[in-house]
């Protein structure tokens, strides 16, 4: 069984840093890539950041390349998206999910969290 609940959102200012950590009640954790994800009201769900199960890759967004990172701790079933130069266009609700693959398709991903607002104030 997995749940995956997403913490750290919140009002930032532009230019500022957050840290969003989502961690997964289950035991399974290791075994699968982790995928942040983000969604604005009115829009489409967008692709942010992917790692692998071992943390040896990486795939991100080229909206997000060089403002973001995305890690994971294995010992404590948790990933995190450190994101640094926020803009106001970062703005949405953030997802972190579980994939078989590395992707940076949604329909690839089997388990989503309830997600963490992130709000960036021009």
């Known amino acids: 069984q997995v749940q995956l609940v997403e913490s750290g959102g919140g009002l930032v200012q532009a230019g500022g840093s957050l840290r969003l950590s989502c961690a997964d009640s289950?035991?399974?954790?290791?075994?699968?890539?982790m995928g942040w994800f983000r969604q604005a009201p009115g829009k489409e769900r967008e692709f942010v950041a992917v790692?692998?199960?071992?943390?040896?890759?990486?795939n991100y967004a080229d909206s997000v390349k060089g403002r973001f990172t995305i890690s994971r701790d294995n010992a404590v079933n948790t990933v995190y998206l450190q994101m640094h130069s926020l803009k106001p266009e970062d703005t949405a609700v953030y997802y972190c999910?579980?994939?078989?693959?590395?992707?940076?398709?949604?329909?690839?991903?089997?388990?989503w969290g309830q997600g963490t607002q992130v709000t960036v104030s021009s």
């Open positions: 999910a579980i994939s078989w693959v590395v992707a940076s398709v949604p329909t690839t991903y089997k388990y």
């Open positions: 289950g035991r399974t954790f290791s075994n699968y890539a």
């Open positions: 790692i692998s199960w071992s943390g040896g890759t990486t």
